[in-house]
């Protein structure tokens, strides 16, 4: 592994452990040459996928790239680190576990709505505004009614 410090191709493993969830292997590694430490991990990877975006455009799934749209969702919320990991974790298994190797950005944001809506609400609203792309107060209004009907028990309406 590079030291991402000095660019030595040659870093020592000081420890290694499972992921809470246990789909990952956690690193801490030293370097020789300049003595800084790092993390890495270490994840399964099924096959690559590739996302067609609304365009049409075609990118290569980014992990990274799931993980920080659903922080900025949960930013200032009383959402720990690890639930957005397991959220994270779990899409991206769902998506390899189709057997497609091309996935719709559509896919990958009616996952991280559903489990956002499990999660928490106003992450959940504030994605979908981001996401179902609000453009003025009626379309929040039509959204949280919306919300409402699907959070009343049958019955109750």
């Known amino acids: ?64 790239k799931l993980a920080r749209s659903i922080y900025i969702a949960v930013r200032k919320r009383p959402i720990a680190a690890e639930r957005v990991e397991k959220i994270v974790n779990s899409i991206q298994r769902r998506l390899e576990s189709t057997g497609e190797t091309e996935v719709t950005s559509t896919q990958i944001g009616e996952l991280v709505m559903e489990a956002l809506a499990a999660l928490d609400h106003v992450a959940y609203i504030r994605f979908a505004s981001v996401y179902r792309d609000f453009r003025e107060p009626k379309d929040f209004e039509e959204f949280l009614e919306t919300l409402e009907k699907m959070a009343k028990p049958k019955g109750e309406e």
């Not at 003595?35 to 067609?52: C, P, S």
């Open 1 to 64: 592994m590079k030291c991402p410090f000095c660019g030595c191709n040659e870093t020592q493993v000081k420890d290694s452990r499972e992921t809470d969830d246990a789909t990952a292997i956690r690193r801490r590694r030293e370097c020789p040459e300049c003595g800084q430490r790092f993390t890495t991990f270490e994840r399964i990877q099924l096959r690559d996928l590739t996302v067609v975006k609304k365009n049409g455009e075609k990118v290569m799934f980014d992990r990274d």
